[in-house]
């Protein structure tokens, strides 16, 4: 068996790497239909040149099945041959890696998540909220920490100051690494980042995604806005926010010209954080490329911002047709949360083809309120998950997964309560239409964000040309015997176990697949993560 660890420079030595054993996703059968769990087992194989998917072979699930692939394709392993072994020259063999997710470990690949909405600055405040809510949370937790990753104010004004490159905290380089390190062990391929108001640290996580490989969007915060807005954090004026926007985009554009892994995004933060000419002429900027930039904000999160937003924009007639009104609604648009939207709201993203982050565990943790996904959906509108570090306490998309199902049970629950106690009470309680199940959860996490990062044909399953941006899930196995404290368990079971649990996982060896992935849903962590790749590179792995 190929081990997993290696690194680009070896993988230029083969041509492909392949993968044997179960592979599982979510999808979506066809349109109109709710998304399904898939199962696979055999083999499937990536270029080493341009790390997408190339091909499978699901007959190739036992070791004649296996050998009869590489014997038709000519291939040999890399690892059985070594180094130095047979090279690929006309008429010889093509060298391959293989890499295995072991049946009695309960391994298999599973699509990379996608976090469509994350803090990369507020990583250091990760479980830090109090009794807060939104806008003093920003105040008390959120623009303190942001405003470290930039020179100080001036002492005598108190207004923040401009940060030369040279003296970029160390603090955004080491919070920046470690955010990278602990999102990619939870599965996550792919993150749409906010960072500070701050160039050179903005720069600097773009610089760090692309060197440790994890996908990402890295958008400069905009901030510009005095009535909302700190002294001591706080851009200079629109003008300035602007040109420290387009240097930041100049400079991804630089480090990566064909957005391979890291590409700009146009953050006006909200709509309190920026005047009108911020508005306007970040609305401006992201059209101005081609094809033009992804832009992401909040929006409608918790009621008091909706007061906010009333107040400082009273000629729009709603919050989303704040942002309408200056060119911030377009199809590769992120809003984030979006927990309160009116009908005529929601109407108007669907129109303008914007996409939504669900953030359910900082939606609960600010007691913002509770997102209806189900409504979003059935009104045609795409959602994807995000963490929201750190109003939401965890950086794990698997964790917002499983608030996803919860938020929406409760969600149907008040429903149904709602009705039971309204003048026309029928009686019927909630008819369930409210709950995300665990595939559709997980569809969230991966093709959901990949249509709301406008990635569907790159990202989110294991189809024809895919990249290869995919976690290694290991559940354990199953340990039964003489001293196994269960009853009940059939007999002979005990014959297919070779080890333990990994994590919170116990597995009994009498679940069926959904049901392992039910489990690892609801009791799974990156204790089970064992290994992940990005465009088909190892990006992280765990012994
Ligand atoms: O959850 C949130 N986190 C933030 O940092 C933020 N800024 C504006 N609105 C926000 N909401």
């Given at each position: 068996?190929?081990?997993?660890?290696?690194?680009?420079?070896?993988?230029?030595?083969?041509?492909?790497?392949?993968?044997?054993?179960?592979?599982?996703?979510?999808?979506?059968?066809?349109?109109?239909?709710?998304?399904?769990?898939?199962?696979?087992?055999g083999a499937l194989?990536?270029?080493?040149?341009?790390?997408?998917?190339?091909g499978w072979d699901w007959q190739a699930?036992?070791?004649?099945g296996f050998?009869?692939l590489?014997?038709?394709?000519?291939?040999?392993?890399?690892?059985?041959?070594?180094?130095?072994?047979?090279?690929?020259?006309?008429?010889?063999?093509?060298?391959?890696?293989?890499?295995?997710?072991?049946?009695?470990?309960?391994?298999?690949?599973?699509?990379?998540?996608?976090?469509?909405?994350?803090?990369?600055?507020?990583?250091?405040?990760?479980?830090?909220?109090?009794?807060?809510?939104?806008?003093?949370?920003?105040?008390?937790?959120?623009?303190?920490?942001?405003?470290?990753?930039?020179?100080?104010?001036?002492?005598?004004?108190?207004?923040?100051?401009?940060?030369?490159?040279?003296?970029?905290?160390?603090?955004?380089?080491?919070?920046?690494?470690?955010?990278?390190?602990?999102?990619?062990?939870?599965?996550?391929?792919?993150?749409?980042?906010?960072?500070?108001?701050?160039?050179?640290?903005?720069?600097?996580?773009?610089?760090?995604?692309?060197?440790?490989?994890?996908?990402?969007?890295?958008?400069?915060?905009?901030?510009?806005?005095?009535?909302?807005?700190?002294?001591?954090?706080?851009?200079?004026?629109?003008?300035?926010?602007?040109?420290?926007?387009?240097?930041?985009?100049?400079?991804?554009?630089?480090?990566?010209?064909?957005?391979?892994?890291?590409?700009?995004?146009?953050?006006?933060?909200?709509?309190?954080?920026?005047?009108?000419?911020?508005?306007?002429?970040?609305?401006?900027?992201?059209?101005?490329?081609?094809?033009?930039?992804?832009?992401?904000?909040?929006?409608?999160?918790?009621?008091?911002?909706?007061?906010?937003?009333?107040?400082?924009?009273?000629?729009?007639?709603?919050?989303?047709?704040?942002?309408?009104?200056?060119?911030?609604?377009?199809?590769?648009?992120?809003?984030?949360?979006?927990?309160?939207?009116?009908?005529?709201?929601?109407?108007?993203?669907?129109?303008?083809?914007?996409?939504?982050?669900?953030?359910?565990?900082?939606?609960?943790?600010?007691?913002?309120?509770?997102?209806?996904?189900?409504?979003?959906?059935?009104?045609?509108?795409?959602?994807?998950?995000?963490?929201?570090?750190?109003?939401?306490?965890?950086?794990?998309?698997?964790?917002?997964?499983?608030?996803?199902?919860?938020?929406?049970?409760?969600?149907?629950?008040?429903?149904?309560?709602?009705?039971?106690?309204?003048?026309?009470?029928?009686?019927?309680?909630?008819?369930?239409?409210?709950?995300?199940?665990?595939?559709?959860?997980?569809?969230?996490?991966?093709?959901?964000?990949?249509?709301?990062?406008?990635?569907?044909?790159?990202?989110?399953?294991?189809?024809?040309?895919?990249?290869?941006?995919?976690?290694?899930?290991?559940?354990?196995?199953?340990?039964?015997?003489?001293?196994?404290?269960?009853?009940?368990?059939?007999?002979?079971?005990?014959?297919?176990?070779?080890?333990?649990?990994?994590?919170?996982?116990?597995?009994?060896?009498?679940?069926?697949?959904?049901?392992?992935?039910?489990?690892?849903?609801?009791?799974?962590?990156?204790?089970?993560?064992?290994?992940?790749?990005?465009?088909?590179?190892?990006?992280?792995?765990?012994?």
């Amino acid at each position: 068996m190929g081990s997993i660890t290696g690194d680009i420079e070896a993988q230029m030595d083969y041509a492909f790497t392949v993968y044997r054993g179960t592979f599982i996703q979510s999808i979506l059968p066809d349109s109109g239909s709710k998304p399904e769990l898939s199962r696979n087992q055999g083999a499937l194989w990536v270029s080493a040149a341009d790390g997408r998917i190339k091909g499978w072979d699901w007959q190739a699930n036992n070791d004649n099945g296996f050998a009869e692939l590489m014997t038709r394709n000519r291939w040999v392993d890399i690892d059985a041959v070594g180094a130095q072994g047979q090279v690929n020259s006309h008429g010889s063999k093509i060298r391959v890696k293989i890499v295995i997710a072991s049946e009695e470990q309960n391994e298999f690949f599973f699509p990379g998540f996608i976090d469509t909405h994350i803090h990369a600055p507020q990583y250091p405040n990760v479980g830090l909220f109090g009794s807060s809510t939104l806008l003093d949370w920003l105040e008390t937790y959120t623009f303190p920490v942001e405003s470290r990753f930039g020179s100080p104010p001036d002492p005598k004004t108190g207004h923040q100051t401009k940060t030369d490159p040279k003296d970029t905290p160390l603090l955004a380089q080491q919070i920046y690494d470690q955010v990278i390190s602990r999102t990619l062990s939870h599965g996550t391929t792919c993150a749409s980042y906010y960072a500070t108001n701050h160039v050179p640290a903005t720069n600097a996580l773009s610089s760090l995604c692309h060197t440790r490989g994890q996908r990402a969007f890295i958008g400069r915060a905009c901030m510009d806005n005095p009535k909302f807005c700190v002294d001591y954090y706080r851009d200079f004026s629109a003008e300035d926010s602007i040109v420290a926007t387009r240097q930041t985009i100049e400079y991804i554009h630089t480090l990566d010209p064909e957005g391979k892994l890291v590409k700009p995004i146009v953050t006006p933060r909200f709509a309190p954080s920026c005047t009108r000419p911020a508005l306007q002429s970040l609305g401006e900027l992201a059209a101005s490329y081609s094809p033009p930039l992804h832009i992401q904000t909040h929006i409608s999160e918790n009621v008091n911002e909706l007061a906010l937003v009333k107040e400082l924009f009273p000629e729009a007639d709603s919050y989303a047709g704040v942002y309408d009104k200056y060119n911030l609604l377009t199809p590769r648009t992120i809003l984030a949360h979006a927990v309160h939207l009116s009908t005529d709201e929601r109407a108007l993203v669907r129109e303008r083809k914007a996409k939504i982050s669900h953030c359910p565990a900082s939606n609960s943790a600010l007691g913002s309120g509770i997102c209806p996904v189900r409504t979003l959906l059935d009104e045609g509108i795409t959602v994807g998950l995000g963490t929201d570090v750190s109003g939401g306490y965890s950086p794990s998309i698997l964790e917002a997964a499983r608030q996803a199902c919860l938020a929406s049970r409760l969600l149907g629950q008040s429903a149904a309560w709602q009705r039971d106690h309204s003048q026309d009470a029928d009686g019927k309680g909630s008819d369930g239409r409210e709950k995300l199940s665990v595939p559709e959860s997980l569809y969230l996490a991966t093709c959901g964000g990949a249509a709301v990062v406008d990635m569907s044909s790159d990202l989110g399953g294991f189809d024809m040309g895919m990249l290869w941006d995919v976690q290694l899930i290991r559940l354990g196995g199953v340990k039964l015997g003489e001293k196994s404290p269960l009853d009940g368990v059939p007999d002979g079971s005990a014959d297919l176990v070779k080890a333990g649990p990994v994590g919170n996982v116990d597995l009994f060896g009498t679940e069926s697949w959904e049901e392992k992935i039910q489990k690892w849903v609801w009791s799974g962590d990156d204790r089970n993560v064992k290994a992940v790749w990005v465009g088909g590179r190892l990006v992280h792995s765990r012994v």
